[in-house]
T-cell receptor, first 115, second 112 residues
């Protein structure tokens, strides 16, 4: 059984389009995250939700909007896609907020290519 | 601020060679330290962790010791295998927060 799943796995789209990436976890966790990994493998947090409430919102363009319909889902919607948005986006989840006590479980990633 | 610095890659080793990947950190307070591994085409998996100074994390033959005096958490393995080929990420998280700070990753290729 997949613990953290993302769809789609690959996404190729043109500049200016709007797209969404979905994430679901079946671990019963109450905290979920979105990370962006650039072409040099650098991984940076974008957002974090706890019990459907936004708790981390790093400096990302407001074209990126996370949505958490329930604790098991955290979707990422991107408006007006740009070439620089091309990256691999990882969803993750953890049991709670207590720092290093809880492991984060990562999804397999969504490779977004903007042409 | 909080940050993690890893040695630059890529690293190429022969099978059964000794591996060290250096990691140093900067953090306020007392962070927990982690090593994550990313196999080709997959997401990150936790490899090992240490939550306080002098703790040693170990898993699958890999080890890392939390050294507060040198602010380091170097990853070591005595004898690497081809299946260890992956990208390795050092990371920290403050014990009062839930945001990870990742290093830039070190790509390891093990050749037979």
């Amino acid at each position: 059984d997949t613990a953290v799943s993302q769809t789609p796995k690959y996404l190729v789209t043109q500049m200016g389009n709007d797209k969404s990436i979905k994430c679901e976890q079946n671990l019963g966790h109450d905290t979920m995250y979105w990370y962006k990994q650039d072409s040099k493998k650098f991984l940076k947090i974008m957002f974090s939700y706890n019990n459907k409430e936004l708790i981390i919102n790093e400096t990302v363009p407001n074209r990126f909007s996370p949505k958490s319909p329930d604790k098991a889902h955290l979707n990422l919607h991107i408006n007006s896609l740009e070439l620089g948005d091309s990256a691999v986006y990882f969803c993750a989840s953890s049991q709670g907020l207590a720092g290093g006590l809880y492991e984060q479980y990562f999804g397999p990633g969504t490779r977004l290519t903007v042409t | 601020g909080n940050s993690v610095t890893q040695m630059e890659g890529p690293v190429t080793l022969s099978e059964e060679a000794f591996l060290t990947i250096n990691c140093t950190y900067t953090a306020t307070g007392y962070p927990s330290l982690f090593w994550y591994v990313q196999y080709p085409g997959e997401g990150l998996q936790l490899l090992l962790k240490a939550t306080k100074a002098d703790d040693k994390g170990s898993n699958k033959g890999f080890e890392a010791t939390y050294r507060k005096e040198t602010t380091s958490f170097h990853l070591e393995k005595g004898s690497v295998q081809v299946s260890d080929s992956a990208v390795y990420f050092c990371a920290l998280i403050k014990n009062t927060g839930n945001q990870f700070y990742f290093g830039t990753g070190t790509s390891l290729t093990v050749i037979p």
